[in-house]
């Protein structure tokens, strides 16, 4: 085929990803012109449906933008309604927010390697094919996943949408032996992550390592889940109520969700990765050694090799559960007493697929005034554009849908969440 032949490929939809969207690419012989990762469905206006509402409302109408992180957006509501209040939530109620976090991490996490993306890896259109050839692997993950759902039940009240967290602390806290109960299937559970961090080893990636601007929460102590100031390996270290003066959002007319960019620098890269890079010392002993153990160093830049990280942040959070439990001696109220005062305060918390920042204004009565929020996904659009751009035009030479494919797994590495802005992603590739 001449190399100004014009070719348009076109894939109706990209499976195994949340949301709906359209991603396409303009080609001029063997140059990539365009990259749209298009955000086609219409905003869901939850910041404008916040103001007016009681600031206690917060926590569980932000839960409802994702049924797969929904403690990421009930986190970032109470900590920013906290810092307006002047309240500190510290002692079993701060870890039992980190346990309820691990939760989502593991449920999250163990979807996305075992269900979502392995059947890049291994040559299936989806788990359900895969499953045939590998029933043992997904019977795995998905028992794996159900000790997440467990964790989320027990302290949020249900798997989906945890209706127990309050500004302040909990509704209710479980016992000592609530928690114990579950000691044994989180250890098994560390012990399958560490195995599945030796399956995941014998799989073949793609050499695609890309100068990322790493951006994520760091912790003086711990691994990051929702404290710490917000820093990247370009030199960014600010808190977090600066986000808005380094972090800014522009509108693209191919997307209803917002673009985010550093200012004066260009793209940012949240999620996995971002904190694997940035805080690996701050990960136990196990979580370290299973990531060198599958051939990671302390730094990962390979979009494809995020599975590996997704695996040794499985590990991690089964492990930081555990510690938990172990420690764990129930609080004397469920939660603490917040009221109501005029201000603004800001959250910045991990979830699975990278930093979530929320901003709330309210007034003396406790009325929200004004709301923001950026999801993980929404600051990963345009890095996952430019990876686009780099990784299409040394594999312009293969048949169609092989191409088409490997343009599918470049989007599913980020384990896209475009429902927490929108939905489903079509791709349309056009040669010119």
């Not at 991490?105 to 989806?126: C, K, N, R, T």
């Not at 979830?351 to 600051?379: C, E, F, N, Q």
């Amino acid at each position: 085929m001449p190399r100004t032949a014009t070719r348009h490929i076109k894939v109706n939809y990209l499976a195994r990803v949340e949301g709906e969207g359209g991603l396409d690419i303009r080609i001029r012989g063997r140059d990539v012109k365009d990259v749209k990762l298009r955000i086609v469905e219409p905003p869901r206006f939850f910041e404008a449906l916040l103001r007016g509402r009681d600031f206690r409302e917060a926590p569980d109408l932000t839960a409802r933008i994702c049924g797969i992180c929904p403690v990421a957006y009930q986190m970032c509501a109470v900590h920013a309604m906290e810092q307006i209040c002047g309240v500190t939530v510290d002692g079993p109620l701060r870890a039992l927010r980190r346990l309820l976090y691990c939760g989502e991490w593991i449920e999250s996490h163990v979807l996305h390697m075992f269900l979502l993306h392995a059947p890049d890896f291994l040559g299936y259109q989806d788990a359900v094919q895969m499953a045939k050839d590998h029933p043992e692997l997904v019977q795995r993950g998905l028992r794996m996943k159900k000790a997440g759902n467990t964790l989320m039940t027990l302290l949020g009240g249900r798997e989906i949408h945890p209706i127990n967290v309050k500004i302040g602390g909990f509704y209710r806290v479980p016992t000592k032996s609530e928690l114990a109960v579950m000691r044994d299937e989180l250890a098994w559970g560390r012990d399958a992550a560490v195995k599945t961090m030796s399956w995941l080893a014998t799989l073949s990636y793609p050499d695609f390592e890309q100068d990322y601007e790493f951006v994520a929460l760091r912790h003086a102590e711990e691994y990051p889940l929702n404290e710490g100031r917000l820093v990247s390996n370009k030199g960014l270290d600010i808190e977090v109520r600066d986000y808005d003066a380094h972090l800014l959002e522009q509108h693209q007319p191919h997307s209803t969700a917002l673009h985010s960019v550093v200012q004066g620098r260009g793209t940012a890269h949240v999620g996995p990765l971002a904190r694997y890079s940035l805080n690996f010392e701050r990960l136990p002993s196990v979580a370290q050694d299973a990531a060198r153990q599958a051939g990671l160093s302390d730094s990962c830049r390979n979009p494809f090799r995020s599975i590996l990280v997704r695996g040794v942040e499985t590990v991690f959070a089964f492990e930081e559960a555990l510690r938990i439990i172990e420690a764990y001696e129930p609080p004397d109220a469920p939660a603490v007493e917040v009221r109501p005062r005029a201000g603004t305060g800001y959250a910045v918390t991990e979830a699975p697929r990278g930093i979530l920042y929320h901003r709330y204004t309210i007034d003396d009565a406790g009325t929200i005034r004004d709301a923001k929020i950026v999801s993980p996904t929404a600051v990963n659009q345009a890095t996952i554009e430019q990876d686009l751009r780099a990784f299409v035009p040394e594999r312009l030479s293969l048949p169609a849908k092989e191409l088409e494919w490997q343009c599918e797994q470049a989007v599913r590495n980020y384990d896209p969440c475009i429902s927490c802005s929108t939905h489903f992603l079509k791709l349309r590739l056009f040669r010119e």
